[in-house]
């Protein structure tokens, strides 16, 4: 079911890039599918973070021009995953989550890429890819944990 997860949300979001090719939607979905995966990798931390390190590498050869940024991204935000998934415990929680993760991760991204001048400060730019980020993530990560949680496979404590 984890390698599902993940396949599905890595081609999701080329997908929706292709098909709708519409630049106010900014998915990360294989980001929100890491964060998923934990509940089925809660005593596998070592394994998880192997997964965490894949994707984001797999992310940054297939989506970036950028090695190793969302790779260590991704297994940071895994890191974070693991300290505070007990706190997930509602729909409430989980979107805080979310939405924490989405501003991390997009500000540690815009910091990164600005101090190497691969773009210009521009806050514009920054607000407009987090609030955008918001939007459909949260609607995705709404449907599936909707879904996930009504078929009993994504469980909490």
Avoid: Q, W
């Amino acid at each position: 079911m984890i390698y599902l997860i993940l396949i599905l949300s890595f081609y999701l979001e080329g997908l929706l890039n292709i098909l709708l090719d519409v630049s106010f939607l900014i998915p990360l979905f294989s980001l929100m599918s890491i964060i998923v995966i934990y509940s089925y990798l809660k005593d596998e931390d070592k394994k998880y973070f192997i997964i965490c390190l894949s994707v984001g590498l797999l992310y940054d050869v297939v989506y970036t021009n950028t090695l190793f940024l969302n790779a260590s991204l991704f297994l940071l935000i895994g890191y974070i995953t693991t300290r505070l998934y007990k706190y997930c415990d509602s729909y409430l929680n989980y979107s805080l989550y979310i939405l924490f993760i989405i501003l991390l991760y997009r500000l540690l991204t815009f910091l990164l890429l600005v101090f190497i001048n691969y773009i210009d400060y521009d806050m514009y730019i920054f607000f407009y890819s987090v609030v955008n980020s918001i939007v459909i993530n949260i609607l995705y990560i709404s449907l599936f944990y909707f879904f996930f949680r009504k078929l009993r496979i994504i469980k909490h404590d």
